[in-house]
Each structure stands twice: as C-alpha cells, then as structure tokens.
C-alpha cells in the first residue's frame, strides 16, 4: 500500500492490539503513579510492531482493531522489535496474524498467484517454510493452468501443501523475529 492509499484510509482500523498493560512494565521500577498503560499491537498492511502509550481513559483490549496513525486512544506510538514484546503479547501474536491472513486471504493467494523469481537460482515460494524446489514447481505448474482463487483451491489442487496459509504465518513470524534475514516478502524491517 502506498503512502497515498494509506492516506485515503485514513481513520480506518491499521492494528490489532496483541496486549494491554494497563499498569506499564512490571520490570519499571518507577512508582505505580508514573508508569503509564501499554498496550502492544501488530500492523495489519505490513505486519510492524508497535508499543501503543495509551491516552487517560482509553479503552482498549486484546484483539481490538486500533488506528496507529493518528492520536485519539494513544498519547505516543512507537515501532519496536520483536524481542521488545512482552510474554502475553508475543504468545498472542501468531493467532493475531493468522487472523489478518484469514480477514485479507485474497492478498496472500495472490501471493501464491503472483511470486516471482528473486535470483536465477532463488524464487520467492522457496523463502516459505517447507517449500523446495518439487513443491514449488508444481505450484508454479498449477498457476499457469489457472490462478489460485482461495487457500482451499491452493490446497486441493497442490498435493503435499497442506494448509498454505500456516505457511505464510510461520513466514511473517520468522520475518519479525530474525533481525538478518537477507530477503522480506512481508514484514518490513527499518534498519
């Protein structure tokens, strides 16, 4: 999405929220009376991570879909890294992207429909998990015939690729933990 398109979309909801401290880090040392509530959440366009500081009152809870771009609920929006997240928001966060992978399925079949070659060696289909050289061949055989139209007409028409869209979540986690990862399909990382 381009910076125009987000700027259309503006007000919608761009985050869904992995966690909420509404007493700030337990490892802040600072009195109760100056920590301030946290709330942790995950883009949905390019899967960033964001510490949210919430604003007095702000109603927010797990699962919810926030707007990061502008104020309302949060006093401060800061990106952070996938070491920087909390127990409860890392563990939440797998089921959180397979729930934008299922909301957006068309954009990540499309995926399976539009992958192209990184290098004369490498395609964008080995970067998944799980996916060699036989099983990519054969998707990229089954997509000329015709494009994938869901993840159930991936699955039934690939043999030995079962349930493709935990292949992308397993991939999008990957991209957020590892911090030297030569090559990103989907979440970016700003060095």
């Given at each position: 999405?381009?910076?125009?398109?987000?700027?259309?979309?503006?007000?919608?909801?761009t985050?869904?929220?992995?966690?909420?401290?509404?007493?700030?880090?337990?490892?802040?040392?600072r009195?109760?009376?100056?920590?301030?509530?946290?709330?942790?959440?995950?883009?949905a366009?390019?899967?960033?991570?964001?510490?949210l500081?919430?604003?007095?009152?702000?109603?927010?809870?797990?699962?919810?879909?926030?707007?990061?771009?502008?104020?309302?609920?949060?006093?401060?929006?800061?990106?952070?890294?996938?070491?920087?997240?909390?127990s409860g928001?890392?563990?939440?966060l797998?089921y959180?992207?397979?729930?934008?992978?299922?909301?957006?399925?068309?954009?990540?079949?499309?995926?399976?429909?539009?992958?192209q070659?990184?290098?004369?060696?490498?395609?964008?289909?080995?970067?998944?998990?799980?996916?060699?050289?036989?099983?990519?061949n054969?998707?990229?055989?089954?997509?000329?015939?015709a494009?994938?139209e869901?993840?159930?007409?991936?699955?039934?028409r690939?043999?030995?690729?079962?349930n493709?869209?935990?292949?992308?979540?397993?991939?999008?986690?990957?991209?957020l933990?590892?911090?030297?990862?030569?090559?990103?399909?989907?979440?970016?990382?700003?060095?």
């Amino acid at each position: 999405m381009s910076d125009d398109e987000r700027d259309d979309t503006a007000g919608e909801p761009t985050a869904v929220v992995l966690d909420v401290l509404p007493h700030g880090r337990t490892e802040d040392d600072r009195p109760q009376y100056q920590k301030e509530p946290l709330a942790y959440a995950v883009d949905a366009e390019d899967f960033e991570l964001y510490e949210l500081v919430l604003a007095d009152g702000a109603d927010v809870s797990i699962g919810d879909a926030v707007d990061v771009t502008g104020g309302g609920a949060f006093q401060r929006v800061n990106r952070i890294e996938y070491d920087d997240l909390p127990s409860g928001a890392s563990a939440e966060l797998e089921y959180a992207i397979e729930e934008l992978v299922e909301a957006d399925e068309q954009r990540f079949v499309d995926f399976y429909n539009d992958a192209q070659p990184i290098t004369l060696r490498l395609h964008q289909l080995n970067l998944l998990p799980g996916i060699g050289k036989k099983l990519r061949n054969n998707i990229l055989d089954e997509r000329k015939r015709a494009p994938f139209e869901s993840f159930a007409d991936i699955e039934e028409r690939i043999s030995g690729l079962h349930n493709p869209e935990e292949v992308l979540v397993e991939r999008i986690i990957e991209e957020l933990r590892e911090d030297d990862l030569k090559y990103r399909i989907f979440a970016r990382h700003d060095e």
